[in-house]
Antibody, heavy 115, light 107 residues
């Protein structure tokens, strides 16, 4: 069926990097963009950016610009988000979603940054 | 664009009508305003897009209205499963932004 399945929870130390995957199935992967949204504990949802799965074009939030990279593997119908130089402020659930106003979301991946 | 939702918490009973507001600091281009429902431990669920269009499978008890900078989500005849957090999102201008959420709780 049509779904996005994300990789499992991660625990990282400050200064480390994390890479989260988002496996798409049930639709033509390259037809849609993949958006990344995160939610820190007790905070509002925060749009991180998107990648056009067809041509690889990307847009990033200025809040994370320079520390975040989106990639895709079209043969594996998988999108990735990598965040570098992690701090405790990056502790959040990271979601992938298909398109901007999306009916299709991944289940979320908890990334915990702690020493 | 900063989105501000009110009220922060709304206490109502099943069968009541909920009216939630979302105000934007600037005009939302093309009225690209979405409403989501979020329950603990779950991803957001799209209810409304384009300010007033219901997403597939969403009951007609949910309706969206408004334009420009002022938007409203109305939930009629509240059901027990409707008690959750609701947030708005604008996707008309980069960076896309979300409101802080309104918690709809059982009175």
């Amino acid at each position: 069926q049509v779904q996005l399945v994300q990789s499992g929870a991660e625990v990282k130390k400050p200064g480390a990097s994390v890479k989260v995957s988002c496996k798409a199935s049930g639709y033509t992967f390259t037809t849609y963009s993949i958006h990344w949204v995160r939610q820190a504990p007790g905070r509002r949802l925060e749009w991180v950016g998107w990648i056009n799965a067809g041509n690889g074009d990307t847009r990033y939030s200025q809040n994370l610009q320079g520390r975040v990279t989106f990639t895709t593997d079209t043969s594996a119908t998988t999108a990735y988000i990598e965040v570098t130089s992690l701090t405790s402020e990056d502790t959040a659930i990271y979601y992938c979603a298909r398109g901007a106003a999306s009916t299709l979301w991944g289940q979320g991946t908890l990334v915990t940054v702690s020493s | 664009i900063v989105l501000t939702q009110s009220p922060g918490t709304l206490s109502l009973s099943p069968g009541d009508t909920a009216t939630l507001s979302c105000g934007a600091s600037q005009t939302v281009n093309n009225n690209y305003l979405a409403w989501y429902q979020q329950k603990p431990g779950q991803a957001p669920r799209l209810l409304i897009y384009g300010a007033s269009s219901r997403a597939t499978g969403i009951p007609d008890r949910f309706s969206g209205s408004g334009s420009g900078t002022d938007f409203t989500l109305t939930v009629s005849r509240l059901e027990p499963e409707d008690f959750a957090v609701y947030c708005c999102q604008q996707y008309g201008s980069l960076p896309y932004t979300f409101g802080q959420g309104t918690k709809l709780e059982i009175k």
